[in-house]
Each structure stands twice: as C-alpha cells, then as structure tokens.
C-alpha cells in the first residue's frame, strides 16, 4: 500500500485528497477536475490542457483516469460539414459524492470481514490476552 490508512488519517485531508486517497488520482487528475468544476460549461481536451498548463495528450490520459472512475462525461459535438469533437463536463457533485458513499461502505464492510478473520485466526480463545508466559527459570 502507497500509504498507509493511518497517514491519511493523521493528515488534514482536503475534497479534492478524496480524488487521491479514495479513487488514487495524481495531482495533474486533481487540477484536471478541478479545472473542469471552475468552467462555466463543458471544455473541450484542448481547453483544458490550456488551463491547467499541460501537453494535449497529459490533459487527455487525466480526463480519461477521470472518466473511467466515473467523475466526468463527455458529450460528442458534430460539426455542420462532417467531422466532431468531445465536450468533457464533470458530473454532479452529488452523484459522485453518492458513488464515493458507496465505495467506502463496500470497503468498510470488507475490511470489518477481514478484521473478524484476524481475530478468528490470531485471537484464540475468547478471553485470553495473547500475552507471551514469562521464562519460568
């Protein structure tokens, strides 16, 4: 694990960390999203790269990391005379918001599993301490 749960708790964990600590997003994802929350519509890869300082293809493997966790949709736009583009709009804040929920109650309830496991395995006997006997010589 790149970190561990204890430094994310210790830390002072802003929204934003969320696209990190639960999705695993890097901090060009992070701007990318950010970038596209601050628009007053959809923005096109182009524009999106021009806002957050990166190269086209960077500002389209974010968009793509962020769409593939379902924190943005794209809109196909035609042109009059053949040809088109992809309009890239974050989604609702509340359905992410939703998706996150459901996402850490899942882990949660894995990881309540996986803690009974432990104790079944490690605990013994209910009662018992797991202290180590004294040498008795």
């Known amino acids: ?34 970038a596209l929350t601050d628009a007053d519509g959809g923005l096109t890869v182009d524009a999106v790269a021009d806002r957050v300082g990166c190269e086209r293809s960077t500002a389209y493997r974010s968009i793509s990391r962020l769409a593939e966790a379902g924190f943005v949709a794209s809109e196909q736009v035609n042109y009059d005379h053949g040809g088109y583009y992809h309009v890239y709009r974050p989604r609702s804040s509340r359905e992410v918001a939703d998706d996150m929920r459901r996402l850490l109650n899942d882990w949660y309830a894995q990881v309540g599993r996986l803690v009974g496991e432990f104790d079944d395995r490690y605990g013994g006997p209910r009662g018992e301490t797991g202290s180590v006997p004294a040498d008795s010589s």
């Open 1 to 34: 694990m790149a970190d561990a749960i204890a430094e994310y708790l210790q830390r002072d964990l802003e929204c934003v960390d969320l696209l990190e600590c639960v999705h695993g997003m890097n901090g060009r994802d992070t701007a990318v999203f950010r």
